[in-house]
Each structure stands twice: as C-alpha cells, then as structure tokens.
C-alpha cells in the first residue's frame, strides 16, 4: 500500500521545494550576519586568530 502511495504521487514539487527551502537558510544567515552590532564580533574574531600577546587596535596599531 506505501509503495502504491508513492508511486502514484507527483514528485515534480519536491526540487521547487528544496530550492525555497535552501534559499529561506540563505537570506537567513545573510541577514544574521549582517545584523546590526554585529561588525564589532566579526572584527574580534578576526584579530584572535592573529594574537601573539600584544594589544593591537582596530587600525593596527600598537597600544
């Protein structure tokens, strides 16, 4: 009876499907990343990754 259900069923919606719901996650993280406040997290994520000790300003800077 499930084989016959499936069989039977229009498969043509399922990639329409999978395209809306990969670009509803698309917009999503892109408005989530540049969400307001959030360029001061960024910029200290990428500076952690250079840290060798010294404090260092937004411009590079030595303080």
Do not use: C, H
Request: no cysteine; aromatic share 10%.
């Amino acid at each position: 009876m499930k084989k016959e259900v499936i069989a039977s069923m229009d498969m043509s919606i399922l990639p329409t499907i999978g395209l809306l719901l990969f670009l509803a996650v698309f917009i999503g993280v892109f408005l989530w990343s540049f969400r307001k406040g959030s360029k001061l997290t960024y910029e200290e994520a990428g500076l952690k990754a250079l840290e060798d000790g010294e404090v260092v300003n937004s411009k590079g800077e030595l303080q």
